[in-house]
């Protein structure tokens, strides 16, 4: 039996200005972005388990504190190149920004910002014999899940690919709306390993099939993030984002997209540092960054924060 058990912590000092409106006052102060309960570790050989909860200092009612549960499961391999897991997991769905820790993630397109990340179901995975390429098949609750037993599903099938320079995160996915009605998706990320840097490029395309939506390619998201390493302890990052969906009128009511609602065609950007002062351990981190958008007036975000993760208990990998 194997357990390891860690917090992890994230602190923000903000500013955000708005340009050109006096009537809106500049946003300023410390937060507590997240306190992150971390165990993981082995029942047996081939039998594992996860759980990640984000924790609260209020309202911890047993449906709130499991909505605050991202993932627990358990995990079997039954087969040298076969993985079965059941429980609360991330849903299966493409793209680097969405399979990065929220805790990682400074600001998001709209899209990832939206989307429900975390859902029960089943999942299989195939993982290739020299493990750098797996196939996930997964049936979760739907991400539009409003309640428990409410019969909506989401299937789901990943491609996670290491080639070296290059790595893949592809997925198709079917997400009920309401029953028999689903808006589909095409995610697929693309990670380009070019030592120092290293681009990760998203493309999301939904669309929903007898929703009179305008065209394949009215619904989408689009992001680039762009990190270099300038050395062991210090990263700087570019990243943009572009959400659009133009296929239906804006204001419809019931939309069949709630992540990026009709009408939309919201533009974000930044640039960041990040410094790891203890040599060769990414637990404690410090990072700064700026990022704006297109909403009117225009924001001006400005951020300095520290994220740390403490072990609290380890077992003996040995």
Partial sequence: FKINIALDTRLDGQVTAYSGSPEKDTEFGFAGKF????VDGAITENLTYAYRQRLFTKDLNPTTFFNATDWLYLKYRFHKNFTLTAGKDVIAIGGFEYDMNPIDVYFYSMYCGNVTCYQLGLSLAYINDKGNHSLKAQVTNSPFSTR??????SY??????DMGWFKTLYSVNMAERERGRFLNFIALGNRFSLDPVTVDIDYTNRYAVGAGQRGFFS????????????SEKFNIFLKGGYDQNLGQEAGVENPYDPMVVPGS???VYGAGVEFFPIKGKKDLRLHAFWY???SRPVPNTFNIGVRWRIKVLQSDKS
């Fill in 35 to 38: 306190i992150t309960l971390v």
């Fill in 219 to 230: 619904d989408f998201s689009l992001t680039c993030m762009v990190t270099c390493a300038l």
């Fill in 265 to 267: 065609k919201y533009l």
């Fill in 156 to 161: 789901n099938l990943l491609w996670s690919g």
């Fill in 292 to 294: 704006s958008d297109n």
């Fill in 148 to 153: 428990a037993y409410d019969g909506k599903f």
